[in-house]
């Protein structure tokens, strides 16, 4: 599994306290790229409760961070398995609702916790469940390729933040529209015309424009013939 990000970290007072063992590193450093990504994604919701919390829900996980739990090359529940095994993250399906699996951390307290409900399920409702975190709202730029590109993939994703770092948002939108217009539904395109407004320069009059877009459009359909050999 490979993991990329290009975002930049930002800090919270409210940020809850997390126990880790003195020997952390020596723990993880076997650990598998899934175990770790389900492991540091537990930490990051867990950090974010507004008071601390003694258990969590598998599904209120997901349900919190949705892009990473959607990614198909994540089995998590080896993940979770690997996670409780090596005593960092243990998991408990509550035997009067099989639907609902338990996390818990694998501090003493923890463990402690953990074995209070093997014996007793019914005092489950007796701990602090950390709860779901209001979802971030992504960019509208996001859902404006879902809707006129196709799905949108995590590396697809890492592209357009790139994108929308390099060029301003309205360059973006409006040439995701030409884009559309002219049938082009790939991002190249889209990147191709951005390139081409940066090197030398957007023109702002409608009829200017329409021009500049007429010339990249013969342009594209010209090196599109040279590749296609057509």
């Known amino acids: 599994m490979t ?28 650990l598998s790229a899934e175990g770790l990504l389900v492991l540091i994604a537990f930490f990051h919701w867990m950090s974010q409760q507004e008071q601390q919390s003694d258990i969590a829900l598998v599904f209120d996980l997901k349900a919190s961070l949705p892009d990473l739990f959607q990614a198909e090359d994540l089995n998590l529940q080896k993940a979770l398995d690997e996670l409780h095994l090596a005593g960092l993250l243990l998991n408990w399906t509550d035997p009067q609702n099989l639907q609902k699996t338990y996390l ?6 923890g463990v402690e916790v953990f074995h209070t409900l093997q014996k007793n399920p019914e005092q489950v409702g007796d701990y602090r469940l950390a ?3 209001p979802a971030v709202e992504r960019p509208n730029l996001f859902k404006l390729y879902e809707d006129n590109f196709g799905a949108l993939t995590p590396m697809m994703a890492e592209t357009l933040k790139a994108d929308m770092e390099t060029y301003p948002l309205d360059w973006i939108e409006d040439a995701m ?34 021009r500049d877009l007429d010339q990249f459009r013969k342009l594209y359909l010209e090196q599109k013939r040279d590749h296609t050999g057509g």
């Open 104 to 109: 818990i951390p694998g501090t003493p307290k």
């Open 3 to 30: 993991m990329t990000t290009s975002a930049k970290p930002v800090f919270s007072e409210k940020t809850a306290r997390l126990e880790l063992p003195v020997n952390f590193f020596d723990c993880v450093q076997n």
């Open 131 to 133: 709860k779901i975190l």
């Open 177 to 210: 529209k030409e884009a559309v217009e002219y049938n082009a539904r790939n991002w190249k395109y889209v990147q191709a015309i951005l390139r081409n407004w940066q090197d030398k320069g957007r023109k702002r009059s409608n009829e200017e424009g329409k």
